[in-house]
Nanobody
């Protein structure tokens, strides 16, 4: 079992950058597919990007070229580097870990993009 804790959210101006972190506690972190999701007010939670145990990645089209997911298995952590942020990126961002039928979520961190 994994426990996930996100951090790094906040208020940023349009065009700015933020780096989110997700720290995992528990065993087997390196085996998990790690992903970031977000949920804006009044909308469903949506997939943003994922990084697999082999470090392959995939991204939602609207964030390609702006967001980068990475992982550090030695630190049991996954990161989301977000650049060129837009107001429509405003949401609660969630970390997710998935493997072998297990599915774990963090509590989320708020990202607000506004001038």
């Amino acid at each position: 079992q994994l426990q996930l804790v996100e951090s790094g959210g906040g208020l940023v101006q349009p065009g700015g950058s933020l780096r989110l972190s997700c720290a995992a506690s528990g065993s087997g972190f390196s085996l998990y597919k790690m992903a970031w999701y977000r949920q804006a007010p009044g909308k469903q939670r949506e997939f943003i990007c994922a990084i697999f145990s082999n470090y392959n990645t995939n991204y939602l089209d609207s964030v390609k070229g702006r967001f980068t997911i990475s992982r550090d298995n030695a630190k049991n952590s996954v990161y989301l580097e977000m650049n060129s942020l837009k107001p429509e990126d405003t949401a609660v961002y969630y970390c997710n870990a998935r493997a072998s039928g297990y599915d774990f979520w963090g509590r989320g961190t708020q990202v607000t993009v506004s001038s």
